[in-house]
């Protein structure tokens, strides 16, 4: 005899929509609703302004402005601090290059001792090894950037002074020779305008010209 299948152990079918289409159309619509709300509910929302970027605009300062474009003080400060700026970031850039950073070196017998021309008795005298590795370590190391610059200075000035110097020497050199030009002129016009009593001109002076320009 054939068993039964208990209506328990059967496999229960879902039920077919048929009517799946239907139910997206009805959906669309819905969906078309809510985006023109939406839409709408933005455009007409009032705009709120921020009280604050407002508040922050500050009036303009004419004082302030034509201080920084016509002051010349206060162009003045503004290199200077620059000029310090520069000069600090070169001296920090120079102590960290620095290769003897950071390493101490303690000193040796030799090196803790007084140089003397001719080395007196008693005092120890350096070893020239060690006078060579220290001139070539002041050799290698870069200069204090402010030493730098104070020493740039001092040559400008040196410059500077050497050429008033010499244009001082140049004006009294064409002063002096203006001098006896113009002694020399009032000389030979003096010869040249000697007279006698009636009028007629003396000709040992014109005579003493004549011969100086033969010999010359």
């Not at 809510?34 to 922050?56: A, G, L």
Request: proline residues 5%; without cysteine; aromatic residues 8%.
């Amino acid at each position: 005899m054939e068993k039964k299948q208990d209506s328990f152990f059967l496999r229960t079918k879902k039920p077919q929509h048929k009517n799946k289409n239907i139910d997206k159309q009805k959906s669309k619509p819905l969906e078309n609703e809510k985006e023109r709300r939406q839409n709408n509910f933005d455009t007409n929302r009032p705009i709120v302004k921020d009280k604050k970027d407002e508040s922050e605009k500050k009036p303009f300062d004419k004082k302030a402005y034509r201080l920084k474009k016509y002051s010349k003080k206060y162009k003045l400060e503004q290199w200077e601090e620059k000029r310090k700026k520069k000069l600090l970031y070169d001296y920090h850039k120079s102590i960290k290059n620095d290769p003897l950073l950071g390493s101490y070196t303690p000193k040796s017998f030799d090196e803790d001792t007084i140089d003397s021309n001719p080395p007196e008795v008693g005092k120890f005298v350096r070893h020239p090894d060690l006078i060579e590795k220290a001139a070539q370590l002041v050799k290698n190391t870069k200069k204090d950037p402010f030493q730098k610059a104070k020493e740039h200075y001092e040559k400008i000035k040196l410059e500077k002074s050497q050429r008033q110097q010499e244009l001082q020497k140049s004006k009294e050199e064409k002063a002096q020779k203006l001098q006896e030009y113009k002694k020399k002129k009032q000389e030979r016009y003096k010869k040249l305008s000697k007279k006698t009593k009636k009028g007629q001109p003396v000709m040992t002076g014109r005579l003493e010209l004549l011969l100086e320009k033969i010999q010359k």
